[in-house]
C-alpha cells in the first residue's frame, strides 16, 4: 500500500514537530507490525495534528479492519470510503463501552466507561431492534456489556452499534416526519454529534428484549446523526432467560 508522503507537521509554527516526520509508508510498516495497537493509534494521535490526521484516515480505518474484517467491509459495500462518522468513531466503538454517569443519558445509573476486550456485533441481532417496517436497513448491535449487582437497577447490560448508510435509512426518516427533538445537551460518546431518543420515538420493539435477554420495559438506546447506536437494559435473571428461551 502506497501512500502519499507529508514530511511536515501541519498543527503550528511552535510544534516540536516542525523539523519535520517520519513518511507515511514507515509510519504504516511499524503500526502493521504491532497489529494496529489502538492504544498506541490513540498515544499517537495527541502528538499533534499531523499524526491525528494520518491516524484517523489510515491508521484507525487499518485496526477497523483487522478487528472486524466482515462488518467494515459491509459498511464500506455502498461504495463509499468512509465511515459515517469516521474511522477513529469507529474504532471506538468496537472497543469501548460507554457507561454512563448519574444525570446523564440514563439518568440514575453510574456506571464509568471503559475498554472491552473483544465485542461481538450482529447484523441478524440488529433486526431485533428495528421496528418491522424499518428492516430493510441494517444495523450491526453488540451484544451487551454486562455489569451485576447495580443496586436498585438491577444487572445492567450496556450494549452499543451503528447503522449502514444510515443517511438513507428508514428509521432516520421516521425521526424526522415524525418531528423527534434530539437530546439539548448530550452527545454521542463516539462521535460527539446530537442524539435521538428511541424510547422517546416509541420506536424500540419487544423483539430487543428478547434479544438481550432484558426486561421488556426496562430498554432505552439512542442514535446519533452519523447512525452509531448506544443503550442499556436491565437484564433478567440467568435462571428466566433460561426459561424464557425454553419458552
Not at 60 to 71: D, I, L, S, V
Not at 72 to 88: E, P, V
Amino acid at each position: 500500500m502506497i501512500l502519499a508522503k507529508q514530511y511536515r507537521c501541519i498543527h503550528s509554527a511552535s510544534c516540536l514537530c516542525t523539523k519535520g516526520h517520519l513518511n507515511e509508508e514507515v509510519i504504516f510498516l511499524v503500526f502493521h507490525q504491532l497489529n494496529w495497537n489502538p492504544m498506541l493509534i490513540a498515544t499517537l494521535s495527541c502528538t499533534c495534528k499531523w499524526f491525528d490526521d494520518l491516524a484517523k484516515r489510515v491508521l484507525w480505518k487499518e485496526f477497523c479492519k483487522t478487528r472486524a474484517p466482515k462488518m467494515t467491509l459491509d459498511l464500506q459495500s455502498s461504495g463509499s470510503h468512509s465511515i459515517d462518522g469516521n474511522w477513529r468513531a469507529l474504532g471506538k466503538l468496537l472497543i469501548y463501552c460507554s457507561g454512563c454517569s448519574k444525570g446523564g443519558l440514563f439518568n440514575n445509573i453510574d456506571i464509568p466507561g471503559h475498554f472491552v476486550h473483544r465485542t461481538r456485533f450482529s447484523r441478524t441481532s440488529g433486526k431485533s431492534f428495528l421496528l418491522p417496517q424499518c428492516r430493510t436497513d441494517d444495523l450491526y448491535v453488540s451484544d451487551p456489556c454486562e455489569h451485576l449487582d447495580q443496586g436498585d437497577e438491577g444487572d445492567v447490560g450496556f450494549f452499543r452499534g451503528i447503522f449502514k448508510c444510515f443517511a438513507m435509512s428508514k428509521v432516520r426518516k421516521i425521526l424526522i416526519n415524525r418531528g423527534t427533538p434530539l437530546h439539548p445537551t448530550e452527545v454521542c460518546p463516539y462521535c460527539k454529534a446530537k442524539l435521538w431518543n428511541m424510547l422517546q420515538a416509541k420506536m424500540i420493539p419487544s423483539s430487543a428484549s428478547c434479544r438481550l435477554g432484558a426486561y421488556e420495559d426496562c430498554i432505552e438506546y439512542y442514535v446519533c446523526l452519523n447512525g452509531h447506536v448506544l443503550g442499556t437494559c436491565t437484564l433478567l435473571p440467568l435462571s428466566d432467560t433460561e426459561e424464557a428461551s425454553e419458552e
